[in-house]
């Protein structure tokens, strides 16, 4: 019993990856490289970077710290190799080796060297992070509709005929969607 | 003239896009104007709409996921 709940614990789940934590992830990245495309291609290699350290997954964090603790090297790595050309890269890594956590990822111990000034900044990141994570606990039609049409803009017209729904049904998911998202977000933000 | 709660709810959010028509918007401020319920509803509504713009999210498309979980199964 106790067996099966610590293997229950140490499992990950990469098929549902892109669904849950792909956005989250986005944002992360996009937060720190300014640039869509990029952010894109470190999440994917986050993931594949992900699936080749499974065996390494210890269960001490949950799936999307740990995927942000791999995605966060993969922006050091991406700095690292655009600067390298000119000698600028720098990277400190503090890694202690006679503490408890000897032998656990290096990222956790890594001082975030693209930390943002300003409070506001970091907010608004703290904010886009919490927003994401409402969403991902959105059903997933629900998440697509909104994310679709708040964050991406699209007209609704465009919306229906890509889901094949009608603007009543989409106005009726919007709205879900919303109440669910203020609920989750209540206590902190409202 | 008379709708119904969940149904003003709706038009409140369809209004937080702009999508609401002049009707909608008279049945809906009606609404606002006799029921408390709604009027707190109504800021929150305005509060999140808020929030997002706020937070500058970015979300990858829904093909992009699709491709994104296309590759990740070859690898698994």
Known sequence: ?190 | MKISREKAKELCTKSQYGEATWWELLQLNVYVLLFKECADFSAKNRKLTSLCDKANLNTLSESEKESMKKDLEKHL
């Open chain 1, 1 to 190: 019993m106790v067996l099966l709940k610590t293997m229950v614990a140490y499992e990950l789940h990469p098929e549902k990856w892109v669904d849950q934590y792909a956005d989250y992830l986005f944002n992360y990245a996009v937060a720190r490289v300014s640039d869509a495309e990029i952010a894109k291609d470190l999440v994917q290699e986050t993931f594949f970077a992900g699936l080749n350290s499974a065996k390494n997954y210890k269960g001490d964090a949950a799936e999307r710290t740990w995927l942000i603790a791999i995605l966060k090297r993969k922006v050091i790595d991406h700095y690292r190799k655009i600067n390298s050309k000119k000698g600028k890269a720098e990277v400190r890594i503090n890694y202690n080796a006679s503490s408890d956590a000897e032998g656990d990822w290096l990222e956790e111990q890594v001082a975030d060297p693209f930390s943002k000034d300003g409070a506001s900044t970091i907010e608004n990141e703290e904010l886009g992070m919490a927003i994401q994570e409402c969403i991902s606990k959105l059903p997933k039609k629900q998440a697509m509709v909104f994310n679709m049409k708040t964050i991406q803009g699209m007209s609704t017209e465009d919306i229906c005929n890509e889901l094949g729904i009608n603007p009543s049904n989409l106005w009726v998911m919007i709205h879900r969607a919303r109440t669910t998202l203020m609920g989750c977000m209540n206590q902190t933000w409202f």
